[in-house]
């Protein structure tokens, strides 16, 4: 009775070593304490490095792991980079924050390497249970992150709003998940596709996929589940928000297509009009809705908003180059959210950090490389040719015009002409307003190579654009193939 | 057989009179003891089932740690219940609209069930033969051979709960005297003890 395959680990080697090394790394933190945040910090750095060596290394092909609950695929790697980048450029930007705002305790890298896991889980989760415990994994460990600031009102309540929304919207995903056991009698994504592709489903069933999908927006922060981000991103501690724009959100990406396109593949027709609505409500909403922000970080969550309608059309279109399309935009919107938060952190002056966008006033003229940068990621974020948001959009059009779909696109292009009018708002009061006061200098050398390298990746994208469409091509073609 | 039936309708209607109290008792304190009397009547159900480790495990988890915590809260938490409770007849209306509408949404739901035609097929439970195992050895194989990804995700869910908790809410707090363990041990006779010679009738 008893087989012994379950010790086949081997697809799931970056999972295991990460988990590991952040339980030694846990250890190492309580017996030498907060002072050694910082060496504690690069350690996490290294493991996530290593990770994604690990990652990179695993072999090609579709593998599964642990009976068909684990499963590692082109798509998977590809995504699992993506958030292993995030992750370490988040905690790399954290260090000198924390330092100076004192909350530099050792589990602060500990918390993110938690998150971290949760997220590679999540994304090669090909079960529902272990889609959810990859994702309370990950989100329980951003609740704790996002109220770091133990001391501060604004991010204790960042953390509470974050938390009982989060537990509500896991709620709906796990009734969701309930119902589709009920009725198709499986939770391996594998036999649900099978099951589905056999024949009609039935009502109670998509019942369920309705609120697993709507569990899902909540994670991924689309239209009308969005309430919590802007609260959320304005409370919590900056590079605790950089952090949520960019790892999170890829994995939840990630989770949102594979559970669409694998398990649900068959039932395409019922699913495209919901993420057809929510993506232009993203767009719509996140466009109309910043216009008003005083606050960047408020900006910002309401522009990530947007992104994620902008991605979704990617996979209202359902097809191949509709997923590649997502998957280009998603890594664009992850080199270009990193640097725009790296510039956010280096608003600091007398020691403090300031969030108004009237703070900005005169940088071009105070600070012109810090405000060439910004200009360039505001380009970026509008999609104005040459600088790579451009092709991110493009690629995500194009697939939604061969898909016939029109309606859609016509109201991406529109929504971003308004979305165009608050970031160049920005690039405005850099260059052309009375300038305010000057922001502290030097910012540190991790910072100086953050803003150096996410810019010249989104100015001089030309030659990264065809090795990308490979690899985003190949990620996704692994999904449809399955 | 009729010693079973009895014995399945007793627990079953207990059960669900505790349930009722547990909503409509007065006293929190009250709606907890009945909590605990529900549990019970559940976990005499599984072992009528023949799911004695899930019984046990009820009445030890359950009983034993979940309620008693919920017992040590309403009483350490002085909640104005009556308080809580006004307002309630002025919400009726609404929340009984409510409670229709999902109702008639359920029985909607009900009419339609048909499982997928495959289902059947696809969903054979990876169980052993109870006559040959015992319940706690067939939970036991299943969980740590099949579903150990998830039992140790389960794990780290809980380690990052605990860790949580820790960052949230502990703070070193100053001047605080230890105990020292090694301090204590490594201190020898000649240093802690004299021995003084009294002569008798004079003192020191």
Known sequence: MLSWDFLALQPALPEVFLALSTMALLMLGVFRGDGHTRILSWFAVLVLGLTLLLVLDGIGGTQRAFGGIFIVDAFAQYMKVLALIGSSFAVVMSLGYIEREKIARFEYP???????????????????????????????????????????TRSTEAGLKYFVLGALSSGMLLYGASMVYGFAGTTGFDRLAAVLDAGAAPVGLIVGLVFVVSGLAFKVAAVPFHMWTPDVYEGAPTPVTAFFAVAPKVAAMALFVRVMIDPFGALITQWQQIIVFISIASMVLAA??????????????????????????GLAVGTEEGISGLIIYLTIYVFMNVGTFACILCMRSHGRMVEGIDDLAGLGRTNAPMAAVLTAFMFSMTGIPPVAGFFGKFFIFRAAINAEMYTLAVIGVLSSVVAAFYYLRIVKVMYFDEPAERFDRPIGR??????????????????FISPLLTGAGVAARSLFVG | MIVQALAFYMFATVA????????????????????????????????????????????IVYVGAVAVLFLFVVMMLDINFVEMRQGFLQYLPIGGLIGVILLIELLFVFAGWTVTPDAGNVAALPMFDLSEVSNTRALGRLLYTKYIYLFQAAGLVLLVAMIGAIVLTLRPRKGVRRQKVPDQVRRTRAESVEIKKVETGKGI
């Open chain 2, 16 to 59: 669900i009179a505790a349930g009722v109290m547990v909503i409509s008792a007065r006293n929190p304190v009250h709606s907890v003891l009945f909590l605990i009397a529900a549990f019970f009547n559940a976990a005499g159900l599984f072992v009528l089932m023949g799911a004695e480790f899930l019984a046990m495990i009820l009445v």
């Open chain 1, 110 to 152: 500990i918390l993110f390497l938690f998150a971290t896991l949760g997220m590679m889980m999540m994304i090669s989760a090909n079960d529902l249970i272990a889609l959810y415990l990859g994702l309370e994994l990950q989100s329980l460990s951003l609740y704790v992150i996002a109220a770091f600031r133990r001391d501060s």
């Open chain 1, 288 to 313: 109309f809705a910043a216009i008003d922000q005083r606050n960047i970080k408020r900006l910002m969550a309401y522009s990530s908003i947007g992104h994620v309608g902008y991605m979704l059309i």
């Open chain 1, 446 to 463: 991790e910072m100086s190579l953050i803003l150096v390298g996410t810019g010249l990746f989104i100015v001089f994208f030309f030659p």
